[in-house]
Each structure stands twice: as C-alpha cells, then as structure tokens.
C-alpha cells in the first residue's frame, strides 16, 4: 500500500525556522518527482515547491523563494521542506504529493498533511 | 501565470442529482492539461480527472470531465453522499496553479 506520512510541523514565531519531513512507502520513491502543496485554514490550494526524481532541477512558488529548500534523501525514501524566516502567511497544512509519472505537477498521491502555524 | 476561476463557488444539491461545476482559465490550457481533485473535510486531495478529461485510477465514472481551451467542465452524473465535498481544477501544464474551489454540498 502507498504511504505518505508528513511530519514535523508544529508552532513557530515569526522569523522561525520548521523542517518538515515526509517519509513514503508502497512505491520506488527515487524514481518519482515529488511536491509540496499547502493550504491555509479555510482556503485553497497552493502548491510550493517542486523536486525531481534525482534532486537536480528544484523549482519554488514566488511565495516562498529564498526561504524554503526542498530536498530529498532516495536511500531513506524521504522528501523534506526546511522553512526559513516563516510568516504569518505561511501558516497552513503542507502536503507533500508525488508527481504522476509524465507530468511534474500533476499529483497523483498526497500524504495526510502537517500544520504549521507560524504565531507568535 | 495561468489564473483559474471556478463557479459556482457554493453548489447546493440532493443526492441522486446531477453536478456541474466550471472551471474557467485566464489564457488557454496547454494540451488540456487540466486535472480535477476532490477534498473531503479533514482530508487530503484525490486526483480525480486529468487531461481535462481522463478518469484517475479507481475514479467511479459517474465523475466526467469535459472541455479545452479556456473552458472546463467536471460532471457529477447522479450525486451520491460520499461526493458532497469541495472540488478544485488546477492545470499542470507549468506551475500547477489551482483554482479557488467549488463546495458541492447537501441541499
């Protein structure tokens, strides 16, 4: 069965800094190009960020450019987020998504999320 | 950068009726690179549709999507209670913009 499991999330003040991991199963994680999208509470979707299946081409929401870094460990099957200088706006449940086989961002499997609330 | 407006923002139907929700680009979609995802509260999104019109995997085909262009349409042919929930299209052509969602719910 495919899993995708986020973690790491949690309260932070403004100008803070979160990690967030998502840690899959059920498929060959190395072979998939991944995301993050987010949701603000009671809003819609955005997506944040994008990462190939060998961590070579990254790309970022303007929203967020300069201050998130997505990476990836293949050999722990791991997608990651680390979020620097957070704001209020960033406050929001991240999902990481994998990318269907042809196209990058269309997103054929989500975790179940992880809330950031970025509060002081 | 694509813009995606969907309407209406409140659909207000019974069980066993049909469900239209629209989805309308700023400039045309490329290749009809246009996916539907359905959010149940609490949960996460589930792809739906993709290629405007193909149906996702294990995806029930009372859900059709239609259209191309600028202009998208997702189809419920006969609600049932497991659909009442909120939709959103995104096209996946290049920065995987959403729209801001339609709530289909229980009238």
């Known amino acids: 069965e495919m899993q995708l499991v986020e973690s790491g999330g949690g309260l932070v003040q403004p100008g803070g800094s979160l990690r967030l991991s998502c840690a899959t199963s059920?498929?060959?994680?190395?072979?998939?190009?991944m995301n993050w999208v987010r949701q603000a509470p009671g809003k819609g979707l955005e997506w944040v960020s994008y990462?190939?299946?060998?961590?070579?081409?990254?790309h970022y929401a303007d929203s967020v450019k300069g201050r998130f870094i997505i990476s990836r460990d293949n050999a722990k099957n791991s997608l990651y987020l680390q979020m620097n200088s957070l704001r209020a706006e960033d406050t929001a449940v991240y999902y990481c998504?994998?990318?269907?086989?042809?196209?990058?961002?269309?997103?054929?499997?989500w975790g179940q999320g992880t809330l950031v609330t970025v509060s002081s | 950068e694509i813009v995606l407006t969907q309407s209406p923002g409140t659909l207000s139907l019974s069980p066993g009726e049909r469900a239209t929700l629209s989805c309308r680009a700023s400039?045309?979609?490329?290749?009809?690179?246009l996916a539907w995802y359905q959010q149940k509260p609490g949960q996460a999104p589930r792809l739906l549709i993709y290629?405007?019109?193909s149906r996702a995997t294990g995806i029930p085909d009372r859900f059709s999507g239609s259209g191309s262009g600028t202009d998208f349409t997702l189809t419920i042919s006969r609600l049932e209670p497991e659909d009442f929930a909120v939709y959103y299209c995104?096209?996946?052509?290049?920065?995987?913009?959403f729209g801001q969602g339609t709530k289909v719910e229980i009238k």
């Open positions: 059920g498929f060959t994680f190395s072979n998939y190009e």
């Open positions: 400039q045309s979609v490329s290749s009809n690179y």
């Open positions: 995104q096209q996946y052509g290049s920065t995987g913009t």
């Open positions: 990462i190939s299946s060998s961590g070579d081409t990254i």
């Open positions: 998504a994998r990318a269907d086989d042809f196209w990058s961002r269309l997103l054929d499997y």
């Open positions: 290629g405007a019109s």
